[in-house]
């Protein structure tokens, strides 16, 4: 039954598994190689555990809400009734801070006055990092954190810290270095026990409450690490040192003096190959079960096969790609009734999903699927990347125009009962869909049913269509997981009836089932507002939009670019703030001490802005885009090197400097940033930057070497800078009919190695001022023209759009220098 549960949490995007047990750190004398640091760390064991359960990228199963939960997830059940206990949590505005204030734990949150604490009165402190979806964080809070004894133990012994590891990624990122090294494993809550000076010393994830069989539980463990405290805390202070030291040199990542960035051709294929190993062909993904979406994957394979069109590994590579997302959106990841995507699928069919639904994956996704428009012209792709956003624009997104973070797995069955269960909001019993569904369809087969049509369409079974192993709870038992069982094609011939009645009556069914749900006790909402989500969210309306040349979509990002200025910047300190939060009043609300942002806030909503200049040819996005970048140097670049810090350097109460080197669940800051260099140089004219982003690829050269698979946004970034950028430049006015003629052909096309602009005859533009050459390139006859430029030689003057559509796609035709 642990088997089940842990296919059910685990990750494919993180390298976290199960921590077999408690650690704590010991002498250690030997080299840490930094690609496997647990074989060169020895430990000794505070204690045996078998295998704990823990959230790895996010949670699973049913827990029961507390009255913070239910307050931020719409209000369902009782009022709650008067705490007995707050802490000075209440003072924050984190989703997953606010549901631990009125533990009968004291606890701090992350800063000088809790760490002042522990060093005047001399205690240890014991960090909890979790984040307000995880479902073994809401399970140690029940069994553990609400109970008085344990509390008490805690407050007296302990100075305790909460932590929301959206929030700060930096603090999560040290610490969980150090459980997965010492343990080989980690997951959420993570739990880690410090000295006064931050030093880590023991860690772990979840903890039962009590022992069980031969699990020491949470009490047990605090006993335990409280008498080796007082008895032998010198050795683990040393040897905790040691153990941060070996860190320091083993996560390292940086380049040798004069090194280059490898070969992109030879990288890229490498990276083809190690995902060719994993593809699973029947369903598409990675990996048979869990499986993840791994948009970072498909873009890479969909870039592959841009300069490799011709080849049977880029035709493959392509293959690979387009049946990924087809096979998930036909599957029971894609919320066919509410639009948007959940977590992972706990299946290798991509049929029974972790229902939680994540901002990140619907920004990627989008991305993936209007790319995958672009490749084949197939109006199936951009109607799933619509349907996304569609969902994002309802459900996470705020008035102010920032974006939601996440909409949890868990929420109470409509039937009755106050105890939350995994997908309750979104799965359906076929009485249900019966009695909803029931007008018979004039001239189907058998008299059959609205109803009939859609279980059979969407693979509805009188007992539930989940199977037993997927459901180790039993949360699903009679339940339905819409999943595309048959083509329109095949529905229609099953009652025959044309396949544009099967369209028609599906989507009504969809929209009947879509207000059902509206009357459903809601999920959980985590309303915090990230700049990093929000950054990728803001590349997804604005690349969208320019494809399908959606005027709405397209304003839609402006709001949020808009949204991103206004409240997550600081222009007084020139400062990105990492979050802001919706108030009970629907307002923006912010902390009293803001956190500063960390590079993933910089380089996404860098990203984003660069994608929505290029989407609406507004100068204004392109100018903030190239002052953040000197920001983002300032704060984060690695003069010795290179490659970018993921937190600021100067921040003492981080104890490790480190560079993320793998595009998970979310891209890697250092990939996003690599491409975005390469953009900003060509709109600006800056060769550093250039140099830049050549130094931050010869940092990661041995992963990029190595292990590709691990980071192919980066080596997309690294093909790009093999294959030089082309320069679209687009001479005409920006709303004139020739002119969107010119650009409709130019976003039509998937061109991943190329920077658009418009010159609209100002002498004194943003772009002209920095590449005066620019100012020689003019309209030709009086219509809007453009030039196609790549290595300082342009193509000749193109002024019919099909004629530039060839233009791109060749990329050789009529080229002269400029």
């Known amino acids: 039954m642990l088997r089940l549960a842990w296919r059910r949490s685990a990750s494919i995007n993180s390298s976290l598994v199960p921590t077999p047990h408690v650690t704590a750190a010991f002498r250690d004398t030997t080299p840490l190689h930094k690609r496997n640091l647990r074989h060169n760390i020895r430990v000794f064991q505070l204690f045996p555990l078998p295998p704990s359960l823990g959230c790895t990228q996010q949670l699973?199963?049913?827990?029961?809400?507390?009255?913070?939960?239910?307050?931020?997830?719409?209000?369902?059940?009782?009022?709650?009734?008067?705490?007995?206990?707050t802490n000075r949590l209440s003072k924050e505005r984190s989703p997953y801070l606010l549901q631990h204030a009125h533990n009968p734990v004291d606890w701090y949150p992350w800063g000088q006055e809790a760490f002042n604490k522990a060093q005047s009165e001399d205690k240890p402190i014991f960090l909890s990092v979790g984040y307000s979806t995880c479902h073994w964080c809401h399970v140690m809070e029940r069994e553990s954190f609400e109970d008085e004894n344990i509390g008490k133990i805690l407050n007296d012994n302990f100075v305790c810290i909460k932590v929301d590891r959206e929030e700060r990624p930096d603090v999560d990122m040290v610490y969980m270095t150090f459980v997965q090294a010492t343990s080989g494993g980690g997951g959420w809550p993570m739990s880690v026990w410090l000295t006064p000076n931050l030093r880590p010393f023991i860690g772990g994830t979840y903890f039962p409450p009590r022992d069980r069989g031969s699990r020491p539980g949470f009490k047990t463990v605090l006993t335990r690490i409280m008498g080796q405290w007082q008895n032998n805390r010198s050795n683990l202070e040393s040897s905790g040192d040691r153990i941060l030291e070996a860190l320091k040199k083993?996560?390292?990542?940086a380049a040798n003096a004069g090194e280059s960035p490898p070969l992109a051709p030879d990288v890229a294929y490498r990276c083809f190959q190690q995902l060719a190993g994993s593809y699973e062909e029947e369903y598409g993904?990675?990996?048979?079960?869990?499986?993840?979406?791994?948009?970072?994957?498909?873009?890479?394979l969909m870039s592959y096969w841009s300069v490799n069109r011709s080849t049977s590994e880029g035709v493959e590579a392509l293959q690979m790609a387009m049946h990924t997302l087809r096979m998930m959106a036909l599957g029971g990841i894609h919320d066919h009734v509410a639009q948007g995507f959940h977590r992972y699928s706990t299946d290798s069919s991509w049929h029974v999903p972790h229902f939680e639904k994540m901002l990140y994956d619907q920004a990627q996704l989008a991305v993936a699927y209007i790319t995958a428009f672009q490749v084949s012209g197939e109006q199936f792709f951009a109607d799933v990347a619509k349907d996304i956003l569609l969902y994002v624009s309802r459900?996470?997104?705020?008035?102010?125009?920032?974006?939601?973070?996440?909409?949890?797995?868990?929420?109470?069955?409509?039937?009755?009962?106050?105890e939350k269960r995994e997908g309750a909001f979104c799965v359906w019993t076929a009485s249900e869909i019966r009695q909803l569904l029931s007008d018979v369809v004039e001239g189907a087969t058998g008299s059959a049913t609205v109803g009939d049509i859609v279980m059979h369409?969407?693979?509805v079974k009188e007992l539930g269509n989940v199977a037993l192993d997927q459901d180790p709870h039993g949360e699903l038992q009679g339940q339905n997981v819409l999943i595309v069982r048959y083509s329109t094609e095949l529905t229609a011939?099953?009652?025959?009836?044309?396949?544009?009645?099967?369209?028609?009556?599906?989507a009504s069914a969809r929209d009947k089932m879509a207000e059902v749900r509206k009357i459903r006790p809601r999920p959980h909402l985590d309303t915090k507002m990230l700049a990093s989500w929000n950054g990728l969210m803001l590349s997804a309306y604005a690349r969208v939009g320019a494809v399908l040349g959606d005027k709405a979509l397209l304003e839609r990002a402006i709001l949020a670019g808009h949204f991103l200025k206004e409240h997550l910047w600081d222009a007084g300190m020139q400062t990105i703030l990492r979050s802001c939060y919706r108030g009970d009043q629907m307002e923006v609300q912010q902390i009293s001490q803001p956190i500063s942002g960390f590079l993933d806030d910089y380089a996404f909503v860098i990203c984003g802005l660069l994608d929505l200049y290029e989407a609406t040819l507004q100068t204004e996005w392109l100018q903030w885009a190239e002052e953040l970048q000197l920001r983002q140097d300032a704060l984060f670049w690695d003069a010795i090197g290179g490659g970018y810090f993921c937190s600021d350097p100067s921040d003492s109460a981080v104890l490790l400097q480190?560079?993320?080197?793998?595009?998970?669940?979310?891209?890697?800051?250092?990939?996003?940033?690599?491409?975005?260099?390469?953009?900003?140089?060509?709109y600006t004219g800056r060769q550093e930057w250039l140099q830049r982003s050549q130094q931050l690829l010869a940092a990661f050269s041995d992963r990029l070497t190595n292990v590709p698979i691990a980071l192919p946004e980066m080596v997309r970034a690294l093909m790009a800078e093999h294959y030089t950028l082309k320069q679209i430049v687009i001479c005409g006015h920006k709303d004139s009919l020739d002119t969107k003629s010119l650009l409709e052909a130019v976003n039509s096309l998937f061109l991943p190695h190329k920077v658009l602009m418009l010159v609209d005859g100002t002498a004194d533009s943003f772009l002209t001022q920095r590449l005066p050459a620019l100012s020689s390139m003019t309209q030709q006859g009086g219509v809007a023209t453009a030039y196609v430029c790549q290595d300082f030689a342009c193509s000749l003057p193109v002024t019919d759009p099909q004629e530039l559509r060839r233009l791109l796609l060749d990329g050789q035709v009529g080229m002269q220098a400029h």
Do not use: C, W
């Open 493 to 506: 011939a099953r009652f025959g009836i044309s396949q544009e009645m099967v369209n028609e009556l599906l």
């Open 60 to 85: 699973t199963h049913s827990l029961r809400s507390s009255p913070f939960m239910s307050m931020a997830s719409g209000g369902e059940g009782l009022p709650p009734t008067p705490p007995r206990h």
């Open 457 to 459: 369409h969407y693979g």
């Open 250 to 253: 083993g996560t390292t990542v």
């Open 658 to 682: 480190l560079k993320t080197d793998q595009d998970g669940a979310e891209p890697s800051a250092n990939s996003v940033t690599a491409s975005s260099l390469l953009r900003l140089s060509q």
């Open 285 to 300: 993904g990675f990996r048979d079960a869990p499986k993840f979406p791994t948009p970072v994957n498909l873009m890479f």
């Open 395 to 418: 459900d996470l997104s705020d008035q102010s125009g920032g974006f939601y973070s996440a909409e949890d797995a868990d929420s109470v069955p409509s039937s009755g009962g106050s």
